[in-house]
T-cell receptor
Framework: KAGVTQTPRYLIKTRGQQVTLSCSPI?????VSWYQQTPGQGLQFLFE???????NKGNFPGRFSGRQFSNSRSEMNVSTLELGDSALYLC????????????FGPGTRLTVL | TQLLEQSPQFLSIQEGENLTVYCNSS?????LQWYRQEPGEGPVLLVT?????EVKKLKRLTFQFGDARKDSSLHITAAQPGDTGLYLC??????????FGTGTRLTIIP
């Protein structure tokens, strides 16, 4: 069974731009969660989607948004990028909720210049 | 806000030695997970513990959940270079919000 895939793996943007990251979950998994990982703050929960609806949300500004499609694939968008948005963005999928075992993708490394 | 503190933050030991990593919280958690993350990859779940006082073993790794459900430890026996990585604890605090710990970066020197 294929694992969680994330595209692109690396991205360089400049301040003020916006970015869209993509995540394809494991086949059959309906819950997709997004996390931000930085050396200073560690791994922080952004949001979770299930059946195309946002089910949980972390403490991030409205510049961070996401969506999920009918095939469970998910995208997250960050608008008006700031230097502090530089991070590894991880996507995790699970069968039905984050209480189920989560399987993480390799992440997208975003650098904001 | 629930916080999970891990100690030590960094650990570098020789192959064959034993080590223990700790995960502590000021709040009670309903369940706790341990992950290992290697460079260029996402975290991989090692174990989930749900019962206070529970002990689980995974080959040379022993995971313990504190009786008060506010702490956990990971003990590695006879560490090997393949154990190198970032170890993360993560807990559910009575809801579905998974909170990750600050992480322990472990390096095993051959």
């Amino acid at each position: 069974k294929a694992g969680v895939t994330q595209t692109p793996r690396y991205l360089i943007k400049t301040r003020g731009q916006q970015v869209t990251l993509s995540c394809s979950p494991i086949s059959g998994h309906r819950s997709v969660s997004w996390y931000q990982q930085t050396p200073g703050q560690g791994l922080q929960f952004l949001f979770e989607y299930f059946s195309e609806t946002q089910r949980n949300k972390g403490n991030f500004p409205g510049r961070f948004s996401g969506r999920q499609f009918s095939n469970s694939r998910s995208e997250m968008n960050v608008s008006t990028l700031e230097l502090g948005d530089s991070a590894l963005y991880l996507c995790a999928s699970s069968l039905n909720s984050r209480v189920d075992t989560q399987y993480f993708g390799p992440g997208t490394r975003l650098t904001v210049l | 806000t629930q916080l999970l503190e891990q100690s030590p933050q960094f650990l570098s030991i020789q192959e064959g030695e034993n080590l223990t990593v700790y995960c502590n919280s000021s709040s009670v958690f309903s369940s706790l997970q341990w992950y290992r993350q290697e460079p260029g990859e996402g975290p991989v779940l090692l174990v989930t513990v749900v019962t206070g006082g529970e002990v689980k073993k995974l080959k040379r790794l022993t995971f313990q959940f504190g009786d008060a459900r506010k702490d956990s430890s990971l003990h590695i026996t006879a560490a090997q270079p393949g154990d190198t990585g970032l170890y993360l604890c993560a807990a559910f605090f009575g809801n579905e919000k998974l909170t990750f710990g600050t992480g322990t970066r472990l390096t095993i020197i051959p």
